[in-house]
């Protein structure tokens, strides 16, 4: 199985910056898409962004689009999640994820999911 290691998460002030790493390891790395999610105390796990792994092309939710950005290291078997002008909405659990599909379809038990880590932007 592969596994998604996550690190880069923190405390930040309004308007800093963050940059999240995903590493995958185990067995050989394939994939369509990788990609983040987030969830928020009380809220539903919600789509951040990502890439397709071959091509690099990216696409994000409407409140990620402008302020964060997704790449992906294929050597490294790493993609990132690049966060800029961070405000307080952002604060939530962030998961990175990979699936043999878009990430925005509807995720599935073929997908792999990182452990979650936590970023954490004050007023």
């Known amino acids: 199985q592969v596994q998604l290691v996550e690190s880069g998460g923190g405390l930040v002030q309004t308007g800093g910056s963050l940059r999240l790493s995903c590493a995958a390891s185990?067995?050989?790395?394939?994939?369509?898409?990788v990609g983040w999610f987030r969830r928020a105390p009380g809220q539903e796990r919600e789509f951040v962004g990502a890439?397709?792994?071959?091509?690099?092309?990216?696409y994000y939710a409407d409140s990620a689009l402008g302020r964060f950005t997704v790449s992906r290291d294929i050597d490294k078997h790493t993609w990132y999640l690049q966060m800029s002008n961070l405000i307080p909405e952002d604060t939530a659990v962030y998961y990175c994820?990979?699936?043999?599909?878009?990430?925005?379809?509807?995720?599935?038990?073929?997908?792999?999911w990182g452990q979650g880590i936590q970023v954490t932007v004050s007023s």
């Open positions: 994820a990979s699936a043999p599909h878009s990430m925005t379809d509807t995720m599935c038990d073929d997908d792999h």
């Open positions: 890439a397709t792994w071959s091509s690099g092309l990216t």
């Open positions: 185990g067995r050989t790395f394939t994939s369509f898409a």
